[in-house]
């Protein structure tokens, strides 16, 4: 089979987002998301209802993915899907649809890891990105995960340094939730900071080994630092909020540097790239190009539709595996802790 007669399908639906899209030959011909709002009301997402939206969302959004894509399901070669790491009454959704399309249709099944996945989405080929050459840092930021990994080639992946309790994106929703953001609170504050003073507020950045992440303590440290000031002042949140933003931001954003630094260092390479639905933040995307004149760094930051969860990213990895014939057994089960 020709590259250019190769179409994948991508489903991803791990945690809140339901999603296909449609690769040939690197190139995305559609990317559907639903996004569910449901979750807004909650300030999190709750699994009961992610499983249950993922049902209603999975056969529409297919529908459409192939539609925009301008082609049939009969032109489908593989069928591409996550089978972890997230949520597991999520993943049943997306695995159980995939199982039974792909064996309808009579073509392969492929499973991809959600975070194998966020790295590779800088392999699909778009304007605005290139991909990185190997070996390469790749810092993966998103509400689930805050992992540095060296990428030595597409599918050998060792994580450098991660999270011991909280992702950074929990750390901005979490902090966001105190400060009556609404939910998913990262964009917000983004938002916000950008009319603030990131220096007015100081808050310390947590101590941790030098390629470990640690966020909870940073989350505590605001509640605390609210709580206080709203005794004093009860107006001091609406009076404050692009600054409290900035600074938070600022303190995160040092914080994900400190460790891209210590990486760098420890393995002398210098090429940097970053993923997950963090990595949309405009401070750390600045940061990052600074350090391209600062530090002689060679950073890659994908499109912002292929940062936050989304299929194209899946498909990318599906067509990776289909030119390498690594295909899912039939038996494949979804997995809600999965090793890179
Ligand atoms: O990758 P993603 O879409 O889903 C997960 O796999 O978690 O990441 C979602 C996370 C949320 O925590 C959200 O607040 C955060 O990404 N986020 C941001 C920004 N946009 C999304 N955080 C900071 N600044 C942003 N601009
Ligand atoms: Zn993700």
């Known amino acids: 089979m020709s590259d250019q007669n190769c179409y994948i399908l991508g489903i ?193 950045k947590p101590k941790v080994g030098p390629l470990e992440f640690s966020f909870s303590g940073l989350k505590t440290a605001v509640l605390y630092f609210i709580e206080r000031e709203v005794a004093a002042n009860p107006q001091f949140i609406s009076e404050n909020i692009n600054d409290i933003c900035a600074s938070l931001q600022y303190t995160i954003v040092d914080y994900l540097m400190d460790k891209i630094k210590n990486a760098v260092k420890k393995t002398g390479i210098k090429t940097v790239a970053i993923g997950g639905g963090v990595s949309a933040n405009s401070e750390i995307r600045k940061a990052l190009k600074d350090a391209e004149t600062t530090h002689g760094w060679t950073t890659h930051i994908p499109r912002f539709e292929y940062c936050t969860d989304n299929a194209a990213m899946i498909a990318i990895v599906g067509e990776l595996k289909f030119k390498q014939n690594q295909f899912a057994k039939n038996t494949v089960v979804a997995k809600a802790r999965m090793k890179l």
């Open 12 to 204: 991803e639906s791990s945690c809140d987002d339901t999603a296909a899209a449609v690769i040939n030959n690197g190139v995305i011909l559609s990317n559907v998301v639903a996004t569910q709002t449901i979750h807004k009301e909650y300030g999190g997402v709750v699994p009961e209802l992610a499983s249950r939206a993922h049902q209603q969302n999975i056969v529409p959004v297919v529908h459409q993915a192939l539609r925009k894509a301008n082609i049939d399901k009969k032109d489908l070669s593989a069928i591409a899907f996550t089978s972890g790491p997230g949520l597991m009454g999520s993943l049943l959704v997306g695995t159980s649809f995939s199982k039974s399309f792909a064996f309808g249709l009579g073509i392969p099944l492929i499973d991809v890891n959600h975070m194998q996945a966020h790295i590779l989405a800088h392999f699909i080929k778009a304007e605005g990105q290139t991909a990185p050459s190997f070996p390469f840092l790749a810092l993966t930021i998103s509400g689930g995960h805050t992992q540095i990994v060296k990428v030595t080639d597409y599918f050998d992946m060792e994580i450098l340094g991660e999270t011991i309790d909280d992702a950074v994106g929990e750390a901005f929703d979490k902090s966001g939730k105190i400060l009556g953001l609404p939910y998913p609170a990262g964009p917000h504050i983004d938002k916000r900071a950008q009319l603030g003073n990131p220096h007015r507020f100081p808050f310390t």
